[in-house]
Every structure is written in structure tokens, then in C-alpha cells.
């Protein structure tokens, strides 16, 4: 594992994949939608590898059974809604923490570090899924999908994020699991940190070089602490 890494002042961090294994839900939704336009429904493993660009592209994504392409456009009109519908009563039920997230929340708390998180997943997803699963108090800052004009793996949400707490880019990481992550700290000026377990369309996050990859959050505290 590389240890170049600078210590940070401020960490933002990924929800999806990286502090939630939100799938259960999104795929539950992803059926019922399904199940309602009368089509087949997609499974939980197929939802696992198209998470990861918010809902829209999720939904396009089910209705083409494939990570690229443009569904029907009246199609998607009407699937669109339902997903909606459905996730906003289910955002939450089954979705839970990947074990070490409060460990290492409560380290770098504990440590000073600020932190934030910057999300694909809208707003009104977002805090809801947040504080049902007690950790919204942590974060001093939550920049979700639909709050700016661009999201990752543009910059700007990073960017945002760290000029509203005070923080330069060169002192800042971003903890993340997909290769959306890497980009838009890359191009923030961040450092980029990743977890092994998340999802990144199937795709071994290795291969998009982050600065360290790392199988659970409690390895934060090992990780940080060797830095200069």
C-alpha cells in the first residue's frame, strides 16, 4: 500500500458504496418499478453493477438491462416517477452501514480531521438515508447530486465543498470507491483514498490508481497516521 500521503486537514467522503451498502434498497425499487411496467425485473447482482451515477442513469440502466445506452424516451418518462415513488418510501429499510463505517466516522472525528460528504444521490435521498442510519451528525457539509450544476466526476462538488469549510485542495482527501471518485479528486487537486468493497461497475478500483485502497474504514487510523 502506498503511505505518500500527506496527512489531511479536511476528508469528504463517498455515501454509496463507501459508507452504505444502499443496494438492497435501490434494487428493491429497481423490481417493483419493473414488476410495474411489465417487465422482468433486474435482480439485486445486476443492480450492484450499474449503482454508482445516480437514480436517472439507474433507472435507464434497468430498463435496457445494460450499463450504456438510451432507453425509449416515453418509457423512461413513465419509469422514472415510479422509481421515485417507490425509493422515497424505501430509501432506507434495507440499506446499512458496511462494518467499520463508525469506527472509522469516529476516528477521524476524534482526530480533528473535517469532514464532509459529497454524494451522486439527491438531495432528498441523501439526508433521510443520512440520519436514519445516525451518522448525518458527523459531516459539517453534505453536497448531494442535485445541489450543483455538475456532479462526479466533474470537480466542482469537491471544489465546493472545500472552499465552503475553509480548505485548500492540496490539503484535502476525498474517500471514495469508484472510479467516478478518482476522477473528481484528480481533477479537484485531492488526494484520493478507496475502499475494496464498493461498487464500481465491476471494475477492480486498483486500476484507477488511487493513492491508497483500503478493505474497511477502521484501516483509516493506520493509514493516516503514517503520514507526514
Not at 505518500?4 to 476528508?11: N, R, T, W
Not at 451528525?137 to 469549510?165: C, M, N, W
Request: proline fraction near 7%; include cysteine.
Amino acid at each position: 500500500m502506498p503511505v505518500a500521503l500527506k496527512k489531511p486537514k479536511m476528508v469528504l467522503i463517498d455515501v454509496d458504496g463507501t459508507l452504505v451498502d444502499s443496494v438492497p434498497d435501490l434494487a428493491y425499487c429497481v423490481d417493483e418499478m419493473m414488476q410495474g411496467l411489465g417487465l422482468p425485473e433486474r435482480g439485486e447482482a445486476a443492480v450492484r453493477q450499474w449503482v454508482g451515477n445516480g437514480v436517472e442513469r439507474l433507472v435507464k440502466r434497468a430498463l435496457l438491462n445494460s450499463i450504456d445506452g438510451e432507453p425509449d424516451q416515453a418509457l423512461y418518462g413513465k419509469a422514472l416517477p415510479i422509481f421515485m415513488g417507490l425509493y422515497a418510501k424505501n430509501t432506507s429499510k434495507r440499506s446499512q452501514l458496511y462494518p467499520g463505517v463508525m469506527e472509522g466516522l469516529a476516528y477521524l472525528s476524534s482526530g480533528g480531521f473535517r469532514l464532509g460528504s459529497v454524494t451522486n444521490k439527491a438531495e432528498r435521498f441523501t439526508q433521510p438515508l443520512l440520519r436514519d442510519l445516525e451518522i448525518a451528525p458527523y459531516f459539517e457539509i453534505v453536497v448531494s447530486g442535485d445541489q450543483l450544476p455538475r456532479k462526479k466526476p466533474d470537480p466542482l462538488p469537491l471544489l465546493h465543498a472545500a472552499q465552503t469549510l475553509g480548505a485548500v485542495p492540496a490539503d484535502c482527501l476525498m474517500l471514495g470507491d469508484s472510479r467516478s471518485d478518482v476522477k473528481a479528486a484528480r481533477a479537484a487537486g485531492f488526494q484520493i483514498v478507496c475502499v475494496s468493497y464498493g461498487y464500481n461497475h465491476g471494475e477492480d478500483i486498483r486500476d484507477y490508481a488511487p493513492d491508497a485502497v483500503i478493505d474497511s474504514m477502521t484501516e483509516l487510523s493506520g493509514l493516516l497516521e503514517q503520514t507526514a
